[in-house]
């Protein structure tokens, strides 16, 4: 089959041509799925998210949830986790800044619920993502919704962590 084939096959829906590449990089990473198959995904966002990378993951997560299983983890409470939970989006939320701690639930999560792709929305989750890929044995995708290079401008302190280790991750 296409890539397009495999990509309506086993994805299912697509918000954007960014979810279409993701899915043709998928198709090639998963063992070849039936229809049917059901695909079982955690999706790692910080959960302070606005505008269209908020928009843009509850729209994919909610048509993906209808044939497949999927997992929203947000690392704070808020807006983001609330509204996902009202659109029927399976919502966790790990909070705090215990990253070892959260890594660890992650795993545990991951592995329990036989998750087999880890797909990361932002730094923070990029950093999660790169901290879980020794750990488990899915493969770690990322979707980037803004510039690396101009996420953090006029805020050097935030560039040296999060940018340096969001780089590092990608």
Request: charged share 20%; net charge positive; glycine share 10%.
């Amino acid at each position: 089959q296409t890539d397009g084939a495999c990509l309506k096959e086993d994805i299912s829906v697509l918000a954007a041509d960014k979810d279409r590449l993701v899915g043709k990089y998928l198709c090639g990473m998963m063992p070849r799925m039936g229809r049917g198959t059901v695909m079982r995904v955690i999706h790692l966002i910080s959960g302070g998210d606005v505008g269209g990378a908020k928009t843009h993951v509850l729209s994919l997560l909610q048509g993906l949830n209808q044939a497949h299983r999927v997992l929203l983890v947000c690392f704070m409470e808020g807006p983001f986790a609330q509204e996902a939970r009202e659109m029927g989006i399976p919502t966790q939320v790990l909070p705090g800044w215990n990253i070892p701690r959260i890594i660890c639930r992650l795993e545990e999560l991951i592995r329990t619920e036989h998750f087999q792709i880890i797909h990361c929305h932002g730094s923070r989750a990029n950093l999660m993502g790169y901290l879980l890929k020794k750990r488990v044995q899915a493969p770690v995708v990322t979707t980037i919704h803004s510039d690396p290079k101009l996420d953090y401008l006029g805020r050097p302190l935030s560039n040296l962590t999060y940018g340096a280790a969001n780089r590092a991750a990608l």
